[in-house]
């Protein structure tokens, strides 16, 4: 009878009370945007007084220092955090291993794998052997820390920093990885219903079923972050940088280009710098530019342009460290280098028409120019020219007011002119 009645009682409850949880989607690599996208859900679903705060994973790593900071984010939660490595075919991979580790509940959907937390450097390049090993100790003591304040397998954990293992969702489950197997989110709410839940200070029975699952919607500030984020965007602004320095470099005064090459370069590098980054694309790419600037500045009918666009695309398809899963498409790599091979011949054609062309400002722009004798130049007078009244010497002797002149050449601010002889004189 008393069963009954508690059980009534918990269904009045939820009628009048429905739960509520929030859900958020990583999907990418983790970096500062994933800290503030953790960050938000969880301050939203405190202040709404959520029951439990759902994280779906599929994420290939990231920034270790911003890893931790989600982690400090989900341990310190008085929300429950449930992470659900989800669809089918996804990964939590490195970074991902750890967040997903530090949660109250860890979940996994059918054909997903968990681990490979190895840390590596994001310029791809060998590190020390005293500094590798010192950065895999504290990784180490970092996920074991984790695994063992969850109760999780340490074992394991320390096996996913040094070995670089991974496992399926059976192997997880049956090495006390994760907690549960479930095909979809509903499966796993139906599931997780009434399962206790140990926060920071309390202990929390989770009412999971039939549940209301709201979206967090980013920031107007996250998704600008996020979009920065994005490999072919932070690829594309590296370009237009580079491209904005060249020009306002090769042509000072403007200021617009360098202002937006150098604001391209700020986003790109906060966008890259959360990536697998190898030195040598960098570098191949920044020389393919030096190659480019050194064409329209010297032109070498090629030789120069084609070192560049070598360089560049040697440089694009190296950008990434091998094996991160991070690659610039070949379509946004061969629509790149042909637009900076037409923009420079561009620039070379324009520079060649430019010297062709008859000056007709400054100095040299006077020279040849007729004008009319104001008052007599003996030697010196004044002269009337592109409308405006010129001091003059004359080099064929005196020459009379009224007579046309021909400007042979300027000293100082005194143009040298000779007369202009009739036919019939």
Request: proline residues 4%; charged residues 20%.
């Amino acid at each position: 009878m008393k069963k009954l009645i508690l059980l009534y009682f918990v269904f009045l409850v939820n009628l009048v009370f429905p739960s509520v949880g929030y859900i958020l989607k990583i999907d990418g690599a983790i970096g500062p945007v994933t800290y503030y996208q953790v960050k938000h859900v969880l301050s939203l679903a405190t202040k709404n007084k959520a029951d439990f705060v759902l994280i779906t994973l599929d994420t290939p790593g990231g920034l270790l220092s911003s890893t931790r900071k989600i982690v400090q984010e989900i341990l310190s939660s008085e929300i429950p955090v449930i992470c659900y490595v989800y669809p089918s075919g996804a990964q939590c991979a490195s970074a991902g291993t750890f967040i997903a580790l530090s949660a109250h509940i860890l979940a996994m959907a059918p054909a997903t794998n968990i681990g490979a937390a190895h840390p590596v450097t994001l310029m791809g390049g060998e590190m020390d052997k005293k500094m590798e090993e010192k950065i895999v100790n504290d990784t180490v003591s970092f996920i074991k820390t984790i695994a063992r304040h969850r109760n999780r397998n340490e074992k394991w954990a320390e096996r996913a920093v040094r070995e670089s293992i991974s496992s399926t969702e059976e192997e997880a489950l049956k090495e006390n990885v994760i907690d549960l197997k479930a095909k979809d989110i509903d499966d796993l709410l139906d599931k997780i219903d009434n399962w206790k839940v140990k926060t920071k200070t309390r202990e929390i029975v989770l009412r999971t079923k039939g549940t209301e699952i709201k979206e967090a919607k980013p920031e107007i500030r996250d998704k600008i972050l996020e979009f920065i984020s994005d490999p072919n965007i932070a690829y594309l602004l590296l370009v237009i940088g580079i491209w904005g320095i060249i020009f306002e470099l090769s042509h000072p005064g403007f200021g617009i280009p360098g202002i937006v090459g150098t604001i391209a370069l700020i986003l790109a590098f906060f966008g890259l710098h959360t990536l697998p980054i190898n030195l040598a694309g960098i570098i191949l790419i920044i020389l393919s530019f030096i190659f480019f600037a050194l064409e329209a500045i010297t032109p070498t009918f090629g030789i120069f342009i084609t070192s560049g666009i070598i360089s560049f695309v040697l440089g694009s398809l190296m950008l990434f460290k091998k094996g991160s899963m991070i690659k610039i498409p070949i379509s946004t790599i061969f629509f790149v280098s042909v637009f900076a091979s037409i923009f420079i011949w561009f620039i070379i054609w324009f520079a060649w028409r430019t010297k062709r062309r008859r000056i007709i400002t400054g100095k040299e722009g006077l020279i040849g120019e007729e004008g009319k004798v104001i008052s007599d130049l003996n030697p010196e007078g004044m002269i009337f020219i592109h409308g405006e009244y010129w001091k003059a010497r004359s080099t064929s002797g005196i020459i009379p007011k009224n007579k046309k002149v021909k400007v042979v050449d300027i000293k100082g601010l005194t143009l040298i002119v000779e007369e202009i002889k009739n036919e019939k004189e």
